[in-house]
T-cell receptor, first 115, second 115 residues
């Protein structure tokens, strides 16, 4: 595998379910990000991890719970979601956060539908 | 309120002609700007960037122009090719690291290049 991978690619879950999204980067980067892209809206930053430490939580509801066990893996644990949480969830990585100018590399995303 | 605006949701161009995608921003603290390209079912991929100390950056068929006084940047693709058909996102950041270094994205412009 190369680049940034995300699994699953598609997920349908009920509002009472618990599921997890997985992201893995094979680029040797130290910073990882979760973004949400809703229909007709810009990408919204959710969480930032730098060297496994969470450095940003962009006022995300607690029903979204990130986990970063190491610099290569990032998870987004989902529980009791709402239909309005249906969106494309994108993971990204960059070399680190020391310089904002490092380009971010994105995974293909997980298309989440909450029923 | 959106800090990065791409006011044209879509653009259609004939193969071989120039494509011009526009982006406006409101935050005068932004000092670095990026363009990403996204194909269906794939994550955004970095295309080209420009620092606020420059007014032009060129990479092959792609040129980004920055007009700081107008808070406007544009991406020129010459000549346009059918493979350029994708959604193009403009993004901006302010400063190094921390929250200011987060990328703020526009909603995207869908470019269609017709043979």
């Amino acid at each position: 595998e190369t680049g940034v991978t995300q699994t699953p690619r598609h997920l349908v879950m009920g509002m009472t379910n618990k599921k997890s999204l997985k992201c893995e980067q094979h680029l040797g980067h130290n910073a990882m990000y979760w973004y949400k892209q809703s229909a007709k809206k810009p990408l919204e930053l959710m969480f930032v991890y730098n060297f496994k430490e969470q450095t940003e939580n962009n006022s995300v509801p607690s029903r979204f719970s990130p986990e970063c066990p190491n610099s290569s893996h990032l998870f987004l644990h989902l529980h009791t979601l709402q239909p309005e949480d249906s969106a494309l969830y994108l993971c990204a990585s960059s070399q680190d956060r020391g310089l904002a100018h490092y380009e971010q590399y994105f995974g293909p995303g997980t298309r989440l539908t909450v029923t | 309120d959106q800090q990065v605006k791409q006011n044209s949701p879509s653009l259609s161009v004939q193969e071989g002609r120039i494509s011009i995608l526009n982006c406006d921003y409101t935050n005068s603290m932004f000092d670095y700007f990026l363009w990403y390209k996204k194909y269906p079912a794939e994550g955004p991929t970095f295309l080209i960037s420009i620092s606020s100390i420059k007014d032009k950056n060129e990479d092959g068929r792609f040129t980004v122009f920055l007009n700081k006084s107008a808070k406007h940047l544009s991406l020129h693709i010459v000549p346009s090719q059918p493979g350029d058909s994708a959604v193009y996102f403009c993004a901006a950041s302010a400063g190094y690291g921390g929250s200011q270094g987060n990328l703020i994205f526009g909603k995207g412009t869908k470019l269609s290049v017709k043979p």
